[in-house]
């Protein structure tokens, strides 16, 4: 009995005592019940599938699609495969998604520092949007900006902007770097990502030099020169050795009888409303986040910023922010993903994003199968913002500038 009793501790302690080891049981025995469950659950599923001879598979993704998609940033043509179309509903949804997130964080981050402004205006304008766009429904607002736009003039009638922006109910034309040829492209813009990596090791290294010798070391104008120069040299090496820039820019023009534009970037009106609606609902849920973030640094913080002669701005971007980014970033990442969820409305604006491209194709296959390979983009999408946010929230966290 003894020596059982001996074989039946840990570090010296009995096994049905031990914190650890209970922890670590009730660990298994969830994990296996959760898979017991999920199994169950598709189980069952498969064998209601088959039961009422619900179509299923995924040999549909290598027959042509045959449908048209009205806005696609890839080559596209209707006799692609269905699984290329999905993969072009992918990409119009991703840019959606990082566009719309950069677009959302640079209001939110304005709207929240606003609203702890001293001046009494600019204080209650950015509280009247925080509160209206944050109560209002998304879907809501994405049908007040579809009618707005489609009340703007047609296309020979609407706003011109020196020759280059174009402004008319069939959305906004702007223009846009094209590639001279593609080989010298993809050569200057890697480069360039060298020359933005040399950047911002000249800006570490200058802000590493301010905070030992205390003098200024103007960090951001050395980045910044670094960074530039050198994409200007490379631009001008490759220029001279080829004959041609990497890139020109191409400007809209209106040609035809109907003066539809040519050249360019045309942000269609589906995607135009989709992108306002996205950036102005979530900046609303960012700006309060911002300002909690903010709020939550220590008023002493400030005293001594201010007692060193440090202005405003200075304590703002050296003293509170970095410290209130340990309270943003988490509920930061999940404005995020539910901008990026969110997405799927653009169906109802007329923009083909990847959940109004499935459910056209849910008339010629199996719906089933369809809406498995969407659900597993989104969560993909959702992942990558998760594991992009924790990443940066863990080098804040030890320290990390």
Do not use: C
Request: net charge positive.
């Amino acid at each position: 009995m003894v020596s059982a009793s001996r074989y039946l501790t840990y570090q010296g302690i009995p096994v049905w005592r031990h914190v650890q080891v209970i922890q670590w049981t009730a660990q298994i025995v969830s994990g296996i019940l959760v898979v017991a469950l999920v199994a169950w659950f598709f189980t069952n599923m498969a064998n209601a599938i088959q039961d009422r001879d619900i179509p299923y598979g995924f040999s549909f993704l290598a027959r042509e699609y045959q449908t048209p998609i009205g806005e696609h940033f890839i080559p596209y043509e209707s006799s692609d495969t269905f699984l290329y179309a999905i993969i072009v509903g992918f990409t119009n949804t991703a840019l959606v998604a990082v566009f719309g997130v950069v677009l959302a964080t640079a209001l939110g981050i304005f709207i929240g520092v606003s609203r702890l402004s001293g001046n009494w205006i600019v204080s209650k304008l950015a509280t009247i949007y925080i509160e209206f766009f944050r109560n209002v429904p998304l879907l809501v607002q994405l049908f007040f900006w579809f009618y707005i736009v489609l009340a703007l003039p047609p296309i020979r009638k609407g706003y011109v902007v020196f020759d280059w922006f174009y402004l008319s109910n069939r959305g906004f034309s702007i223009p846009w770097p094209h590639a001279s040829n593609l080989t010298v492209a993809l050569i200057w813009l890697s480069l360039a990502l060298a020359a933005l990596l040399a950047g911002v090791l000249i800006y570490r290294r200058q802000s590493r030099n301010e905070e030992l010798t205390g003098r200024s070391g103007y960090p951001l104008i050395y980045g910044a020169a670094t960074a530039i120069t050198l994409g200007a040299l490379t631009w001008l090496a490759l220029s001279f050795a080829t004959g041609a820039s990497p890139f020109f820019i191409s400007v809209p023009e209106p040609h035809g009888r109907f003066g539809n534009l040519v050249g360019g970037f045309t942000a269609r009106a589906g995607l135009l409303v989709l992108l306002i609606g996205l950036v102005m609902y979530t900046a609303s849920f960012i700006a309060e986040i911002v300002r909690a973030g903010i709020q939550s640094v220590g008023r002493g913080q400030t005293e001594a910023s201010r007692a060193l002669g440090l202005s405003p701005m200075n304590t703002l971007r050296n003293i509170t922010f970095p410290q209130a980014l340990r309270v943003i970033i988490p509920p930061l990442i999940s404005q995020f993903l539910n901008l990026t969820k969110n997405s799927s409305l653009g169906g109802a604006v007329a923009y083909s994003d990847l959940t109004s491209i499935a459910v056209t194709m849910t008339q010629t296959a199996p719906a089933v199968s369809i809406f498995m390979l969407i659900m597993a983009s989104y969560l993909a999408m959702s992942l990558t913002w998760s594991l992009i946010g924790n990443l940066y929230n863990r080098h804040i966290q030890f320290g990390g500038r």
